[in-house]
Nanobody, 123 residues
């Protein structure tokens, strides 16, 4: 399964970006799509996940009420709408696909990852 992120860029504080995560396929045993980010010098953190049926979404406190994830089943694409961006949101953002349960974000194990897209929030 291939995942391709797009939509990153440079934005001013308070601005918005929409990231896209396009999948080559959604395997029948897909469980969740996770969004992760990694800032320079920091560990990667999981910030959002969505069940692949779109029925459940979870947001970390750092992004809750500012970020929204959604799925377009027809396009095999998952989106991350990011509003009210802050300089501390600057990071490389990744999406990943979970096919099994585990101990990572949301209690899943993420086996397939995109290449990442850079988001920079700066004036």
């Amino acid at each position: 399964v291939d995942l391709v992120e797009s939509g990153g860029g440079l934005v001013q504080p308070g601005g918005s970006l929409r990231l896209s995560c396009s999948l080559s396929e959604f395997p029948p045993n897909s469980k969740a799509i996770g969004w992760f980010r990694q800032a320079p010098g920091k560990e990667r953190e999981g910030i959002v996940y969505i069940h692949t049926d779109g029925g459940f979404k979870w947001y970390d406190a750092s992004v809750k009420d500012r970020f929204t994830t959604s799925r377009d089943s027809a396009k095999a694409t998952v989106y991350l709408q990011m509003d009210s961006l802050k300089p501390e949101d600057t990071a490389n953002y990744y999406c990943a696909l979970a096919l099994r349960y585990g101990e990572a974000l949301g209690g899943y194990e993420y086996d397939y990852w995109g290449q990442g897209t850079q988001v920079t929030v700066s004036s």
